[in-house]
């Protein structure tokens, strides 16, 4: 199930000319991820550290449609897709919400579950493939 993030361009997301700096939209959709799971119940600060397991991007890409400025309103709509039993991408659309709603931006990012000890590739967490599942 979509989560949408409701957010607020602030200064220092900006760069000298007054726009996001691209950079940042990976922050920004990050912000969105971390919320998307909060709101699912999964408890962001010790999740990925109990388990030994990391979910690192393996791969980003983004596609930007329109600038985003200095107070613009915006929605985080993140929809995760499950690619295989450990893998995942997160699919971002970034939509400016004033004057007019209009997608400013696409981003995706995919994450590869991943056993801090074995240093290689564990199916995902229960909890997380849920959650990817239900997207």
């Known amino acids: ?4 993030y409701p957010r607020t361009i602030h200064f220092p997301d900006t760069d000298a ?5 691209f950079a940042n939209y990976l922050s920004i959709c990050h912000e ?3 919320e998307a799971l909060g ?3 999964l408890d962001v600060a010790t999740f990925f550290s109990a ?7 393996a791969k980003s890409t983004a596609e930007y449609l329109r600038p985003l400025r200095v107070g613009d309103k915006i929605r985080v709509t993140v929809r995760p ?15 400016r919400l004033n004057p007019i709603e209009k997608l ?3 981003v995706r990012t995919e994450h590869v579950s991943t056993s801090l000890q074995l240093r290689e ?11 990817v599942n239900q997207g």
């Open 1 to 4: 199930m979509p989560y949408a």
């Open 17 to 21: 000319a007054g726009v996001v700096f």
């Open 32 to 34: 969105a991820y971390e």
């Open 39 to 41: 709101a699912a119940g």
């Open 51 to 57: 388990n030994g397991i990391v979910v690192p991007i």
């Open 81 to 95: 897709e499950p690619l295989s039993a450990n893998s995942f991408a997160l699919n971002y659309e970034l939509t």
């Open 104 to 106: 400013a931006a696409r």
């Open 121 to 131: 590739r564990v199916p995902l967490p229960a909890a997380l493939a849920t959650w």
